[in-house]
């Protein structure tokens, strides 16, 4: 994990590093300072993609290396139409011919799949979290970070998920519905996405008790599933394909109540955490209606995302609302206001964040994503 662990570090320092600049400083270049700064944050995330060894991510040589090899030696029509990725959501069919074409090289074939992913994370956190950017791109460097070297497709929707979270809390839903229809055009799975808006007004709104909401949420994700892919398979005949995430085979006791009860106890754990210090500081408890509309998608995310003991791919679709964590754990953060306070759930969730990559990765070993191996 020690390669991971100093990606997120040297990425989410950079981008302090712009933050305290654009607060301390006003000087000529300091848009071209910090869009630097920015730029090699993104460029540290796609180097390391692109230089990974081939043992790194099931994914690399599932879909990589077969993808690149059918798009550079086929041409567009026949490698849309009639090779074995014409199934393939359709932007990301011309994003794969179009990438192997203009690089002809698999490592900066490997860095297009991530240079479509990193840069809407980085606009995420910067327009949300403002100032406090850096925490999210920790937040994601350690967490998600390894695992976009696996399910490179799905990563690059997820990308787009978090960017219209700009669209959810400015009540834009036409803005926030196209974000998710040219998402599923890289990955047809992201429709599941369309369910973020009503999970995140429930916890947004003020009326009704949180075992009322977390009933409606239980129920939203009894029925959602099971009818997701039939929906999906209507809007996208070629997806039939992925009746696989229903009718798959559960996970293995041990990795699936592993991964299961990790996501219950961190969330516990800093939620606790979080309601106990408040209460020091505030003893009405002050309710942030978006702090809990992003806690209501992290806890509906966890909820699908242990779904694995039903069938292992589905876990999957938990991603599309879990990575909100990037931006939920720095505003939680940003709401205590104590120094005491900020320092004890700061060093809470990177504890809880760091101890459960390991687990997950390292003693897991979860997609062949640890260790990391150099390929260049």
């Known amino acids: 994990m020690f390669v991971y662990f100093l990606i997120a570090a040297a990425t989410a320092a950079l981008i302090w590093l712009a933050s305290y600049l654009e607060r301390r400083f006003d000087f000529r270049y300091q848009k071209l300072v910090t869009y630097a700064l920015y730029a090699l944050s993104i460029i540290i995330f796609c180097f390391f993609a692109g230089a990974r060894g081939l043992s790194v991510g099931d994914d690399t040589t599932i879909y990589g290396t077969g993808s ?11 490698f849309y139409l009639e090779s074995r990725y014409s199934s393939w959501a359709p932007l990301m069919k011309v994003a794969v011919w179009t990438s192997a074409h203009l690089t002809n090289s698999f490592f900066w074939y490997l860095c297009m799949f991530q240079l479509l992913t990193i840069p809407f994370v980085h606009i995420a956190c910067r327009m ?13 460097g350690i967490l998600f970070y390894p ?14 998920i978090l960017l219209s979270y700009v669209f959810i809390r400015n009540h834009k839903p036409a803005l926030f519905v196209l974000f998710v229809v040219v998402a599923a055009l890289f990955h047809e799975s992201s429709l599941v996405a369309i369910l973020v808006y009503p999970v995140w007004l429930l916890g947004h709104w003020s009326k009704g008790s949180m075992a009322l909401k ?6 939203l994700t009894a029925i ?26 559960a996970a293995n006791s041990s990795s699936g109540y592993g991964v299961t009860s990790g996501i219950v106890i961190s969330c516990l754990v800093l939620g606790l955490l979080y309601y106990y ?14 702090l809990s509309g992003l806690a209501y998608l992290v806890f509906f995310g966890g909820a699908v995302f242990s779904l694995c003991l039903v069938s292992e791919a589905l876990f999957r679709l938990g991603f599309y609302f879990l990575i909100y964590c990037i931006l939920l754990l720095p505003m939680v953060l940003e709401h205590l206001k104590p120094k005491r306070s900020k320092a004890i759930f700061g060093a809470a969730f ?27």
């Open 128 to 140: 949300v979290l403002k100032e406090k950017a850096f925490l999210g791109i920790l937040i994601f």
């Open 68 to 78: 690149f090899e059918a798009a550079t030696t086929m041409d567009f029509a026949s």
């Open 350 to 376: 990177l504890i809880m964040i760091s101890g459960y990559s390991v687990c997950y990765y390292a003693i897991g070993h979860i997609h062949s994503l640890v260790p990391y191996v150099c390929g260049l």
């Open 224 to 249: 959602a599933i099971p009818t997701f892919l039939p929906i999906m398979s209507l809007i996208f005949p070629s997806t039939a394909y992925y009746s696989v995430y229903i009718s798959g085979s």
């Open 277 to 290: 210090l408040l209460g020091k500081q505030d003893p009405q408890r002050t309710r942030n209606p978006e």
């Open 147 to 160: 695992m976009t070297l696996n399910f490179m497709r799905q990563f690059i929707s997820i990308g787009l």
């Open 214 to 219: 977390t009933s409606v949420l239980a129920a």
